[in-house]
């Protein structure tokens, strides 16, 4: 499988990066609600280092996947109406500024709330807000929460969409991000398979008898 993308897939890079930030987004937001109701222990404290780390991670992989998607090409569109098209490029773009977003706001309020920040204990990491701020914190910590609901709405039309295609129109907008998916149509597979030219007639199995020499009798 190739690692760039081509006209009709998703390649290896966009595909690990696409899945791999999708399992950590979703992970650090279930592990985020569960860990703020915890009473307060050393477990607390390493959840919530555990979270902000990976929460770093997140804002790493978007520039690497930012990066990446300007070198690489995106696939073309698939036929569909205008309107989805554009509610579909619409949602992606939001996507893309929530993924800065969450980090950036959990970093913030971390150092409004003039608490240090180091990722996994190897590097510290300065603060966004130079010391405590309670207004900015609250500001913040809003984002934060609110930023992480206004995700989960987006992530049910980016799923819903991602299922209605692949189960109701039947075409390959799910199957070209997944690795392991059927694809529904053959008119989408890469053009050199789709148009290549019958294989030329296997030789005989017998060699052909050979010409008589010029000067044999008739
Ligand atoms: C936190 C979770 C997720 C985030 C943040 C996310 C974000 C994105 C973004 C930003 C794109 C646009 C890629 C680009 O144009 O550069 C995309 C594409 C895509 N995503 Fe997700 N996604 C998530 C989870 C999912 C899930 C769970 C599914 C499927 C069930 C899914 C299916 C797809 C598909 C099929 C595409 C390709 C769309 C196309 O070819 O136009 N995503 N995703
Ligand atoms: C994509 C990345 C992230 C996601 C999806 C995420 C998600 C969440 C969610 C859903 C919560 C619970 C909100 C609440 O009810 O208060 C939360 C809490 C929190 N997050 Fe994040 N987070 C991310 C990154 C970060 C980062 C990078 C930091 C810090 C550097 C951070 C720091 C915190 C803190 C300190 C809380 C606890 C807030 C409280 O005690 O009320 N998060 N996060």
Do not use: C
């Not at 109701?37 to 555990?50: E, F, H, T, W």
């Not at 799923?159 to 991000?177: I, S, Y």
């Amino acid at each position: 499988m190739q690692f760039k993308s081509d006209a009709n897939r998703w390649g290896l890079g966009a595909r690990s990066l696409h899945w791999l930030m999708a399992a950590l987004i979703i992970g650090l937001g279930v592990v985020g609600l569960y860990m703020a109701d915890l009473p307060n222990s050393p477990q607390k404290v390493k959840i919530y280092a555990l979270h902000k780390s990976t929460g770093l991670t997140v804002l790493a992989l978007l520039l690497l996947r930012l990066a990446w998607r300007m070198a690489d090409r995106r696939p073309d569109e698939l036929a569909m109406p205008r309107w989805q098209a554009a509610a579909a490029r619409a949602v992606h773009l939001l996507l893309y500024l929530l993924m800065f977003a969450l980090p950036l706001s959990g970093w913030m309020y971390n150092s409004a709330s003039g608490y240090p920040l180091q990722w996994f204990g190897l590097f510290n990491l300065p603060s966004l807000s130079g010391g405590a701020d309670t207004a900015l914190k609250e500001i913040a910590h809003a984002v934060h929460e609110y930023g992480f609901y206004l995700l989960v709405l987006l992530l049910a039309a980016h799923v819903g969409a991602a299922l209605k295609h692949h189960f109701v129109d039947r075409d390959d907008t799910l199957a070209r991000m997944l690795p392991l998916v059927r694809r529904h149509h053959a008119t989408s597979l890469p053009q050199p398979l789709a148009t290549a030219p019958a294989a030329p007639a296997r030789p005989p199995l017998t060699p052909a008898p050979a010409a008589p020499p010029e000067n044999s009798p008739p």
